[in-house]
Structures are given as structure tokens and as C-alpha cells.
């Protein structure tokens, strides 16, 4: 039986990004919630989604380069 490990690691680091993404939300917009409101705690929401876009760009950026340079090696 053989294992693929770089997909294994692949599944790992994307669980590991998403759990962390996840706790960072629901506590930080918890927290928030908690101790300053419901009004604070959607701008919050706004602010945290906002970084995560600029995040989310850079990373399709990245990824994109990543398909241009794997095709111009293949031919």
C-alpha cells in the first residue's frame, strides 16, 4: 500500500489554515461581540474579511504565477 504524502501534507497545511481562520473569526468576532456589541463586532467582521481578501489575492496571485511557470516548463 503506498501513501501519497504530498498530498497527505497538502490536506494537512489547507485543514490547518482553515481551522486557524476559523477559530480566529468565531473568537475574535465572539470576543468583540462580548464586550463592546453587536455593532462592533460586524465592523470587526468587515475588517477581518477585508484583510483576508488582500490575503486571498495575493495567494491567487502566487498560484497563478505557479501555473504560468509549470507550463512554460513543460514545453
Not at 504530498?6 to 481551522?19: A, E, H
Not at 461581540?33 to 465592523?43: C, V, W
Amino acid at each position: 500500500m503506498s501513501r501519497d504524502l504530498r498530498k497527505y501534507s497538502g490536506q494537512t497545511n489547507f485543514r490547518l489554515v482553515m481551522g486557524g481562520l476559523l477559530l480566529i473569526l468565531l473568537i475574535g468576532i465572539g470576543l468583540i461581540y462580548l464586550f463592546y456589541g453587536l455593532r462592533a463586532a460586524l465592523m470587526g467582521l468587515a475588517c477581518m474579511l477585508s484583510g483576508l481578501t488582500m490575503l486571498l489575492m495575493i495567494w491567487l496571485c502566487l498560484w497563478l504565477v505557479e501555473k504560468i511557470v509549470n507550463r512554460a516548463n513543460q514545453g
